[in-house]
């Protein structure tokens, strides 16, 4: 697979993930590694890198972990993300990994964490619980789910 940006969306709802500039580094059953360099754009007053950009990555990367192969096919919606920061973050570029923990029919687990790439430091870690369903043909959920 090519290391470069992977717009899952297939362009549906792509402006957060353009905004974050994450690139889809490598991406099997069960696992997903991301990775970004850190713009001033992601930074709070220039310094630490905001919190809300370590937690969307964490969302993604666990949402990812059990998409490989459904691009298009699912919807999946977060139904739990708990975070813990462990380290205040002023890394260049981070990466993100998610791997499944357990799946069902309907709602999967899994567990995220954010690192430097350079000290291979953990930054900050999920798990999280989501929701699976299969897209209607014009990709909307049906109307009682909504």
Not at 9 to 14: F, L, P, Y
Not at 41 to 63: E, F, P, S, V
Not at 109 to 122: G, R
């Amino acid at each position: 697979m090519s290391v470069e940006y992977l717009d899952y969306t297939n362009g549906d709802d792509s402006h957060y993930h353009e905004m974050l500039g994450y690139k889809m580094t490598e991406w099997r059953d069960g696992f997903v590694r991301l990775e970004m360099e850190v713009q001033p754009r992601h930074r709070q007053r220039g310094t630490y890198t905001h919190g809300g950009i370590l937690m969307g990555l964490l969302d993604i990367a666990g949402i990812l972990s059990n998409l490989y192969g459904k691009r298009g096919k699912f919807e999946t919606l977060t139904l739990s993300l708990s975070t813990a920061f462990l380290a205040a973050v002023h890394s260049q570029k981070l990466a993100a990994i998610g791997e499944l923990t357990k799946s069902g029919n309907s709602v999967y687990f899994a567990d995220s964490k954010v690192i430097d790439i350079a000290s291979e430091t953990i930054l900050a870690t999920a798990q999280g619980t989501f929701r699976i369903r299969p897209k209607k043909r014009n990709g909307r959920p049906r109307s009682e789910e909504a």
